[in-house]
Structure formats: C-alpha cells, structure tokens
C-alpha cells in the first residue's frame, strides 16, 4: 500500500522559509515560530498581549496562523522575547511581509468564502494532501461540467455569473497539479459518489474518465472505500489533511461542513484524523483494484 511518509522535523527550526511558499502557509510558519519563541522565554499570552496591547485572542490567532502579523507588533513582540540579533530580526520581518502578501486567489474574493481561503492557500505549499469524500469528486479532480453541477446543488439560486465564477476557481485550484513540485495527492472516495449520477448520465461519465486518467499520474493516488468499509469507519464529513516539507510548518487536518469549516493543526487532533485515514486505506482495495471499480463505474454511466 502506498504511503506518505513522516517528516522529520528539525530540532530548532530557522526563521527564514521558502520563499515560494504561499502566503497562508508562512502565517502558520510565522504563528509556530512566534510561540516557539514566546515558550523559549518562559512567558505568558497575556504577558504578550499587553506588550503590543492586544487582546489575549489576538495572540492565540497569530501563534495558530489565523490572523496576520504587523510588523509593529512583531518587532515589540522579538524585543519581549529576547531576540536581539539584527539579522535574525531582519529575517523575521522579512517573513511577516511575505505572510502579509495576498495570494492569486484573492482575486476570486467575490467567490471565495472566509473559511475556504485558508485551504487554498494551504493546497499551494503542501507536499502531499490526502481527502476523504462521501458525497462528490474532490475539487482537485472534477471536470469543468462536474464543477458546474455540484456547484449549481449549492448554489442554486445565485446568479450564472457567479457559478462561472466558482467553477474557475475551482479549475485554478488544479494547476498545482501540473506544477514540476507538485504534492502527492492521496483521494479517498465512498463508493456512494460513484452511484451518484451528479449533472447526469453524460456528466458522469466524463468526469469517471477523466478520474481514471488522473489515476495515471505517479503523484495521484485513488482508492475507493466501499459500503461495508465506510459503514463502519467513515467520519461523515469530508477530510483533507496536508502534509508539508517547509521546517516549522505542522501538519493541517481541514475538516470541511455544510457552511463552514474546521482547521486544526495540533498534533493530538491532526493524528486522530491521520488515524482514521490510515484505517480506511488499510481496509479498502488497492489503487490498483479501485482502478477497476471506477472503469465498473463509468460503464454503468455509457
């Protein structure tokens, strides 16, 4: 069975990162970075919070990555905790700036709700992403049409404008697929999206063949968890979970509801849901047999 492995992290992480890296992804970096330091100098969140005169949540947003980091406020937090070498300091606000930057998919901010941006973001960094889908083709993999449908399931009645809107979103999303660093994409799918005709016989059959074609790439993975598996194991929403290889950067487990979502990337919550991944891999067919069950698929849908 394929896996990701593990990444080792380093013992003491520097403060510069990749400077490809998306902007979502360095604010977790910067937010890691800020508590490590923090910790390091044996003081409180509300030691910091009155030091840049802030409320003890705002501290908590920053050392998550939830919220970005001024530069005004970095400087007097260093100062607090001790970091007095100008090139480290240098290093850091550098890194602020770049986490402050906007990403490519702010120009879809008509489309793009608060609490989806950060998966995208995150997508942009990670080198490997595995997802669990009960209900329909991981957006990474769906064709324009497929898109369309279970966009218009959502959204149905906004405007045909907005539609397009997401759905190029959508489609942007997959260009990192394409890229020579792309991350190793691991899909899960309950063998109920494969029975449901979404968009129609056509539509279906489409996106079915265009899944099989996918399956092809060395970096993409799909394996199909049938009823008896998921009856017993699946975690009713939608998972995806990203691994990164950038130093200081946690693993990210976004679990995706009807209208918002959750990221968690504490290593007691991010391995519980690594765990349920790992059980529904181990007890459904290889990608090689899931292979099949897709091509049994995309017959039923000729």
Not at 38 to 59: D, M, P, Q, V
Not at 144 to 155: K, P
Not at 231 to 247: C, K, Q
Request: some cysteine; proline content about 7%; charged content about 25%.
């Amino acid at each position: 069975m394929p896996g990701i492995e593990p990444l080792q992290p380093s013992p003491r992480p520097a403060l510069a990162t990749a400077s490809g890296a998306s902007p979502t992804a360095l604010r977790l970096v910067l937010g890691a970075q800020l508590r490590r330091l923090r910790g390091e100098a044996g003081l409180t969140t509300e030691a910091a919070a009155t030091r840049i005169r802030c409320s003890i949540a705002k501290i908590s947003r920053m050392e998550t990555g939830h919220s970005p980091c001024k530069e005004r406020d970095a400087v007097d937090l260093l100062a607090l905790y001790g970091v007095s070498d100008p090139a480290r300091t240098d290093e850091f606000i550098d890194l602020v700036r770049r986490a402050g930057q906007r990403g490519w998919w702010r120009s879809f901010a008509d489309v793009l709700p608060d609490w989806f941006e950060p998966l995208v973001g995150l997508e942009e960094a990670a080198a490997s992403i595995r997802t669990y889908e009960g209900h329909y083709i991981p957006g990474l993999l769906q064709t324009a049409a497929y898109a369309h449908a279970v966009v218009r399931s959502g959204h149905a009645l906004e405007s045909e404008e907005l539609t397009r809107r997401r759905v190029e979103l959508r489609l942007k999303r997959q260009e990192l697929l394409s890229r020579c660093d792309a991350p190793k994409l691991w899909v899960l799918l309950d063998e109920a999206v494969l029975m449901r005709p979404t968009g129609g016989a056509a539509v279906m059959r489409e996106q079915l063949a265009h899944l099989l074609e996918m399956t092809e790439l060395p970096h993409v993975i799909v394996q199909v968890a049938p009823f008896d598996v998921t009856a017993h194991t699946s975690p009713g929403n939608g998972i995806t979970y990203l691994r990164f290889a950038m130093e200081g950067l946690p693993d990210v487990a976004y679990i995706e509801h009807l209208t918002n979502a959750t990221s968690v990337n504490k290593p007691e919550s991010t391995d519980e849901y690594r765990w349920i991944l790992d059980s529904l891999s181990a007890q459904s067919p290889s990608p090689v047999a899931s292979r099949e069950l897709l091509r049994q698929a995309l017959k039923r849908y000729a």
